[in-house]
């Protein structure tokens, strides 16, 4: 089954495929800023700048078999829900685009990014006490190679988002680690003096692209584990 991820309002967060919506607090639309690398962002993008239509093709590639979930780690989505979706740059004045779809399991998300005015895309996803007592997340993805960073938010740090680089080699299914420990606060793309990312008190993850250069971008996976 084929499904498009939803592109986030100020004040919903839209299912994709009408699933139910969820409402977005006032501190979920400030921590949407970027890296220190491009200008941060305000407010998220409204629904009427959504992105071309035209979803991300499916993987023809022959892959492997996903790998099983080992004893120290818990399963955080392999996909089977549709309660991601999409924050790009676009109220503040950016016109990065992008598109994701939910295929066999599988998290497609890809776009452009433009830097002038803006400069970053994000998928994201809400988490409700399954990274307790985790220390890292696994995730089993496929990059184009470019600097991704995983990006987190908790109860614990008001309008703080935490990020992580995700050290990925690019061009094939890989598994990557990252860490939930030493992560960089920032708000509105700027660096601040926070408490440390609280994995107990998580209300969601995300991977986010700004590494200050234009063009197309491809991102997938598979599926994310938290580990302790």
């Known amino acids: 089954m084929r499904l498009r991820l939803a592109i986030a309002s100020i004040a919903v967060i839209a299912a994709a495929c009408g699933g139910s919506t969820v409402t977005t607090s006032h501190r979920?639309?400030?921590?949407?800023?970027?890296p220190s690398t491009t200008t941060p962002a305000s407010t998220l993008q409204p629904t009427t700048a959504a992105?071309?239509?035209?979803?991300?093709p499916?993987?023809?590639?022959?892959?492997?078999p996903t790998t099983m979930v080992s004893k120290r780690c818990v399963r955080v989505t392999d996909?089977?829900?549709?309660?991601?979706?999409?924050?790009?740059?676009?109220?503040?004045?950016?016109?990065?685009?992008?598109?994701?779809v939910i295929d066999s399991s599988r998290l497609e998300w890809s776009?452009?990014?433009?830097?002038?005015?803006?400069?970053?895309?994000?998928?994201?996803?809400?988490?409700?006490?399954?990274?307790?007592?985790?220390?890292e997340l696994e995730l089993r993805i496929r990059t184009d190679g470019r600097a991704y960073?995983?990006?987190?938010?908790?109860?614990?740090?008001?309008?703080?988002?935490?990020y992580n680089p995700i050290p990925a080699v690019g061009g094939d299914w890989e598994k990557v680690v990252v860490p939930l420990t030493g992560m960089e606060p920032r708000v509105f793309g700027n660096l601040v003096t926070s408490e440390p990312f609280d994995p107990d008190q998580a209300t969601q993850i995300?991977?986010?692209?700004?590494?200050?250069?234009?063009?197309?971008?491809?991102?997938?996976?598979?599926?994310?584990?938290?580990c302790a």
Do not use: K, Q, Y
């Not at 499916?58 to 492997?64: D, I």
């Not at 452009?112 to 007592?133: E, H, N, P, Q």
């Not at 960073?149 to 935490?162: F, G, N, W």
């Not at 995300?206 to 938290?226: C, K, N, Q, R, S």
């Open 206 to 226: 995300g991977v986010i692209l700004a590494d200050g250069i234009d063009g197309e971008f491809t991102f997938e996976i598979d599926w994310i584990d938290a």
């Open 28 to 34: 979920d639309v400030e921590s949407a800023g970027t």
């Open 79 to 100: 996909f089977d829900e549709p309660n991601w979706f999409i924050v790009n740059d676009g109220v503040m004045g950016g016109r990065s685009d992008a598109i994701g």
């Open 111 to 135: 776009g452009t990014i433009v830097t002038v005015g803006g400069g970053f895309s994000s998928v994201r996803g809400l988490v409700d006490g399954s990274l307790a007592g985790a220390t």
């Open 149 to 162: 960073e995983l990006l987190a938010d908790d109860d614990a740090s008001s309008r703080v988002t935490h």
């Open 58 to 64: 499916s993987s023809t590639t022959s892959e492997s």
């Open 51 to 56: 992105p071309a239509t035209t979803a991300l």
